[in-house]
């Protein structure tokens, strides 16, 4: 794998931007800057990560409210 230092995602496993997320923002917060249906209605980590992988537009946004948190 090659290096790309122009890219703050680069090693960072989506898990692990769901957990700081839920922990920084809490699912509520999370829910009201992202209405998706798995951070608003009975949302966890699971179910998150597995629509996520699904659906890149969602995960894209996820991605970017990472970005702007950290």
């Keep these: 794998m090659g290096k790309q230092p122009n890219n703050p995602l680069h090693g ?3 898990l692990t931007i769901l957990e700081f997320l839920v922990e920084k923002h809490g699912w ?4 009201d800057s992202i209405p998706i ?3 608003t209605h009975n949302p966890s980590i699971k179910s998150s990560l ?8 969602a995960r894209e946004k996820v ?8």
């Design 63 to 70: 991605e970017q409210l990472y970005l702007k948190s950290i």
């Design 12 to 14: 960072v496993t989506l």
């Design 37 to 39: 249906r798995c951070f």
């Design 28 to 31: 509520e917060r999370l829910g």
């Design 50 to 57: 597995t629509f996520l992988r699904k659906t890149p537009w």
